[in-house]
């Protein structure tokens, strides 16, 4: 039985993730606290727009496409205390920082990149890297595990490098491919009594390719990828929208009227059908 196995969010966008037994929908389809803060690569009194800035590796965050510095950065959200605590990976000492007064923050961070950076905070949705199907995305622990068999990697590795929101169990691998058809389509379906719209299998980009605790890249990571991904590509995959193999996970909308449910670890998962996607 396809169930949901783990739940993920990342409350500062491209830090460290924290493990959840159940996540409430927000505005935007969004899980609560899932990318609620991000680094922005200017001064904090500088304007930033969030459906607007660039999420590329030159553009307006601090993420792993424009620095691999960002993969050194040990980091826990306390959500209670509304704090945040840094260190860089290898060392001993740590920083805690309150996340509602961020002046100290935006300096250390700062100081670290070498460059402007202040940390913003959108608690309507986040700040997600696609912000047309900025549902969660889905992904099935037997895909992690065949691809980072690929690797040579250990399931938390995979897990670190491609940063799903939520973990499906009970299926085989590649079976979040069977979440998206083709452009103009969703595929349905049902997380415990939340329905969500699978849309895109996610193209994916240099992060995946480093460790995520140094962010040394791994060696011919992408060709690898690629001919590995085409060699397992399921025989029933045919949409459009699977246009490159340089493409894992499936990035999802919420409707609107699912808004303030909950999933939770364990709810079964049922796939509905192929709808037609809402403009």
């Known amino acids: ?56 590796g030159r553009g307006d965050y601090v993420n792993g496409k424009r620095t691999a510095r960002v993969h050194r950065l040990r980091s826990t959200v306390d959500r209670e205390a509304r704090t945040l605590t840094l260190r860089e990976h290898g060392s001993e000492g740590s920083l805690t920082f309150d996340l509602d007064d961020r002046a100290a923050l935006n300096a250390w961070l700062s100081d670290y990149f070498g460059e402007p950076v202040s940390v913003r905070r959108e608690p309507a949705g986040g700040f997600p890297d696609d912000r047309q199907h900025s549902g969660p995305t889905v992904v099935s622990t037997a895909t992690l595990r065949e691809v980072a068999s690929w690797f040579d990697l250990d399931l938390d590795s995979a897990r670190r490098r491609f940063r799903a929101s939520l973990e499906i169990g009970g299926v085989p691998a590649f079976w979040e491919d069977r979440l998206y058809a083709d452009r103009g389509e969703a595929v349905a379906f049902r997380v415990g009594d939340v329905e969500l719209l699978g849309v895109n299998p996610c193209q994916r980009c240099v992060v995946p390719s480093r460790d995520p605790d140094t962010g040394e890249a791994t060696l011919d990571f992408r060709e690898t990828f690629i001919r590995r991904r085409g060699e397992t590509r399921p025989g029933w995959l045919d949409s459009e929208r699977y246009d490159h193999d340089f493409r894992l996970m499936v990035n999802t909308r919420v409707p609107e009227r699912e808004w303030g449910k909950t999933l939770r670890t364990g709810d079964e998962v049922e796939v509905l059908g192929t709808r037609s996607l809402p403009t």
Not at 5 to 26: G, H, W
């Open 1 to 56: 039985m396809a169930e949901l196995r783990r739940i993920t969010t990342y409350p500062v966008k491209s830090l460290d993730p924290q493990v959840r037994e159940a996540a409430r929908v927000v505005e935007r389809g969004a899980l609560d606290g899932d990318r609620e803060y991000a680094m922005v690569a200017a001064p904090e009194d500088a304007p930033h727009d969030p459906e607007t800035a660039s999420v590329g």
